[in-house]
């Protein structure tokens, strides 16, 4: 029997960075991970172009002027979301910093034992939660066993 398991995001922020292809990406490194710990790239979990998507997204909506330091603020902004993830109301991460040396950009993540648990079961379903504009629930179904 198939069991579903809802990640949502916790906490108020002016604009989400996290996607749902982000989040399937995650969770599909704990998946691979000895113990759900593991030092993934940026650029394993971000899409190509992404991160110049949202430094324009963000200095046109927040009014935030362009620096040098939008690539590390990004990063520093999606390290936060992830440590924010929910499953089931139990946090997903115990640990999600960001570091950055020269060009080499990388995440450190433990993912907490429940979420590792949830995601080394063969039976477990995992479905994206959020409100959208009009403030209905919109459920995404991440495929994380592909």
């Known amino acids: 029997m198939k069991t579903e398991h809802k990640i949502r995001m916790t906490g108020e922020y002016e604009i989400f960075v996290l996607s749902p292809d982000m989040i399937t990406r995650l969770l599909k490194q704990v998946k691979l991970s000895d113990a759900g710990k593991f030092v993934i790239p940026v650029r ?14 963000i200095r046109t909506n927040l009014n935030i002027p362009r620096t040098n330091h939008d690539r590390k603020r990004i990063c520093q902004l999606i390290a936060e979301q992830i440590s924010k993830l929910t499953v089931d109301q139990e946090k997903c991460f ?5 570091c950055e040396r020269q060009t ?34 919109v459920r995404l179904v991440l495929l994380i066993n592909r």
């Open 94 to 98: 115990d640990r999600v910093d960001y």
């Open 104 to 137: 080499c950009a990388h995440f450190y993540i433990n993912a907490s034992q429940t979420l590792y648990l949830l995601v080394t079961q063969k039976n477990s379903i995992f479905t994206y939660v959020y409100r959208n504009m009009e403030q209905k629930e």
């Open 44 to 57: 394993a979990i971000v899409p190509p172009g992404y991160k110049g998507y949202l430094s324009h997204v």
